[in-house]
């Protein structure tokens, strides 16, 4: 049998990990994200800005609500893979799921303070509104909010991946 060939059930069984990793893992990236935008803020601006506490928050809970979403797809993409794949796996998924999960949670926060001005919900131009908003807020975070996670997020994410990686048979 064939290593992409092999069967759905195992698969899907080793990619739920144990809840303690779910819990203290999830706690651990978010703490390590949240140095990484507290560290490119201290760096660019040292940290003199009136919406520190709001981005660290953001970023925290970007990464810890990701993590529950990153770990279960990483693993089952690295099910019985050698360790470059897993470690590829790994990086993919907790790269793509965190910048996701907290330009997510900014376009959210963008509409919340957006929908003031908007039509009221259901209508056409509310979907409309709703849709535009979100693609605006994302663009915003892609252009200025994904420097936050460099350099140190970065290093995180390598040294997590690496460890990872390891760690998965």
């Known amino acids: 049998m064939s290593e992409d060939a092999k069967p759905l059930p195992g698969r899907l069984r080793a990619a ?8 203290l893992g999830a706690i651990l990236w978010a703490c390590q ?3 990484s935008a507290g560290l490119a803020l201290y760096i660019r601006n040292r940290l003199e800005t009136s919406h520190s506490v709001e981005l660290a928050a ?34 993919l998924s907790l790269a793509a799921f965190t910048i996701l999960m907290t330009a997510f949670l900014f376009a959210m926060d963008y509409r919340v303070f957006y929908s003031q001005w908007h039509a009221p919900f259901g209508s056409v131009t ?16 892609s ?27």
């Open 143 to 169: 252009v200025l909010g994904l420097r936050l996670f460099m350099p140190l997020g970065l290093l995180c994410l390598f040294g997590t991946s690496f460890i990872l990686a390891k760690r998965m048979r």
């Open 126 to 141: 509310w979907v409309f509104q709703f849709v535009f908003t979100g693609a605006s807020a994302v663009y915003q975070f």
């Open 16 to 23: 739920l990990p144990p809840y303690s990793d779910l819990l």
């Open 33 to 35: 994200m949240l140095l």
């Open 58 to 91: 953001l970023y925290f809970f970007g990464a810890l609500l990701a993590w529950p979403l990153a770990l279960p797809c990483a693993r089952f993409i690295a099910y019985r893979r050698r360790v470059e794949t897993r470690f590829a796996a790994f990086f």
